[in-house]
């Protein structure tokens, strides 16, 4: 199964967000017609407004990477908010596609719905075979159950839609806010207000043990893409960069970016979160996608977009 994306209305939910801006780019460079409203035009929350919008717009492709999403502070913080937001979200997206009998949907999961202590590398078959990580659990149900609903549509009236999981993101666009961000843009903004500031240290979280793998926002668009062209299976498909480092690591690294000069210092009183998380990614790459920004270069990319783009930062 293959077909070509030009001239095809195509839907992008969270367009203005880290992985919908990287989508938008690789979709417009396929010469597909985009739909890209921002959340001032379309809150996907209001079930009447979304099933109006589709209704108005009849896309024939539909990609939802919208959703509340943030580090282990946010989570932990707001529990119910990430689970309820999270399902209405993607439930109002995918009921509406439904009706409007859109052709196409990729379902944007989470490598975070994988158990705990899943084996890793973490293939696909892993999913719903243990716990799940606490600090996050209340947003992975709601992937999960985006992630069911994907596949109930597809057994019980036959659509050809599809679920990715990306790994760990970052990107030109990521959310810099210490109370909400991942991993790497609150390492880059930490990093670099110390630099600013001329900071002795600095505090992260954790032991710096559990490695993570890492995928730019540019690499993850090519592989949802690839997906939608080429993949059409009830099972989720992952995608990410094949190799991990542990956040000790992350963190030099991102200091030699940055070039701070200062000290590192952990506060093993506070959560580390999953051990491991690197995903098997043998499905996406015999699609013949394969990722092309390393970790430096993709931090180097991101922190000189932070610079140039967050007004709250200073230079």
Same mark, same amino acid.
């Given at each position: 199964?293959?077909?070509?994306?030009? !001239?095809?209305?195509?839907?992008?939910?969270?367009?203005?967000?880290?992985?919908?801006? $990287?989508?938008?780019?690789?979709?417009? !460079?396929?010469?597909?017609?985009?739909?890209?409203?921002?959340?001032?035009?379309?809150?996907?929350?209001?079930?009447?407004?979304?099933?109006?919008?589709?209704?108005?717009?009849?896309?024939?492709? $539909?990609?939802? $990477?919208?959703?509340?999403?943030?580090?282990?502070?946010?989570?932990?913080?707001?529990?119910?908010?990430?689970?309820?937001?999270?399902?209405?979200?993607?439930?109002?997206?995918?009921?509406?596609?439904?009706?409007?009998?859109?052709?196409?949907?990729?379902?944007?999961?989470?490598?975070?719905?994988?158990?705990?202590?899943?084996?890793?590398?973490?293939?696909?078959?892993?999913?719903?075979?243990?716990?799940?990580?606490?600090?996050?659990?209340?947003?992975?149900?709601?992937?999960?159950?985006?992630?069911?609903?994907?596949?109930?549509?597809?057994?019980?009236?036959?659509?050809?839609?599809?679920?990715?999981?990306?790994?760990?993101?970052?990107?030109?666009?990521?959310?810099?806010?210490?109370?909400?961000?991942?991993?790497?843009? $609150?390492?880059?903004?930490?990093?670099?207000?110390?630099?600013?500031?001329?900071?002795?240290?600095?505090?992260?979280?954790?032991?710096?043990?559990?490695?993570?793998?890492?995928?730019? +926002?540019?690499?993850?668009?090519?592989?949802?893409?690839?997906?939608?062209?080429?993949? !059409?299976?009830?099972?989720?498909?992952?995608?990410?960069?094949?190799? !991990?480092?542990?956040?000790?690591?992350?963190?030099?690294?991102?200091?030699?970016?940055?070039?701070?000069?200062?000290?590192?210092?952990?506060?093993?009183?506070?959560?580390?979160?999953?051990?491991?998380?690197?995903?098997?990614?043998?499905?996406?790459? +015999?699609?013949?996608?394969?990722?092309?920004?390393?970790?430096?270069?993709?931090?180097?990319?991101?922190?000189?977009?932070?610079?140039?783009?967050?007004?709250?930062?200073?230079?």
């Amino acid at each position: 199964m293959e077909f070509s994306l030009a !001239d095809q209305k195509t839907l992008v939910a969270g367009a203005y967000g880290l992985v919908g801006r $990287a989508l938008v780019k690789e979709l417009e !460079d396929a010469n597909a017609e985009m739909l890209t409203p921002p959340h001032r035009e379309l809150d996907y929350t209001d079930e009447v407004a979304v099933r109006t919008y589709f209704q108005d717009h009849r896309p024939s492709i $539909a990609i939802f $990477a919208a959703a509340r999403v943030g580090g282990i502070v946010a989570n932990m913080t707001a529990p119910t908010e990430f689970l309820v937001e999270n399902l209405k979200m993607q439930m109002n997206f995918l009921l509406a596609a439904h009706q409007s009998n859109v052709s196409r949907v990729v379902f944007l999961g989470s490598s975070c719905i994988y158990p705990r202590l899943a084996q890793q590398p973490i293939s696909e078959s892993a999913l719903l075979t243990g716990p799940l990580e606490p600090t996050n659990s209340a947003y992975a149900m709601a992937k999960l159950s985006g992630i069911e609903l994907v596949k109930s549509l597809r057994s019980q009236h036959g659509r050809r839609w599809i679920s990715v999981l990306p790994s760990n993101l970052y990107g030109p666009g990521d959310n810099f806010n210490l109370e909400s961000s991942h991993v790497v843009p $609150a390492l880059l903004r930490k990093f670099h207000e110390a630099k600013v500031h001329d900071s002795p240290h600095v505090e992260l979280w954790g032991s710096g043990r559990p490695r993570r793998e890492f995928l730019h +926002a540019s690499d993850a668009a090519r592989g949802i893409v690839a997906c939608l062209v080429k993949y !059409d299976d009830d099972e989720p498909i992952n995608v990410g960069f094949g190799g !991990d480092v542990t956040i000790k690591e992350l963190a030099e690294t991102v200091r030699s970016v940055v070039e701070y000069r200062g000290e590192t210092v952990w506060n093993t009183t506070r959560p580390d979160g999953v051990p491991q998380k690197l995903l098997d990614s043998s499905k996406i790459r +015999a699609l013949g996608w394969e990722p092309t920004v390393s970790l430096e270069v993709g931090l180097m990319d991101t922190y000189r977009w932070m610079i140039e783009n967050s007004t709250d930062i200073r230079g």
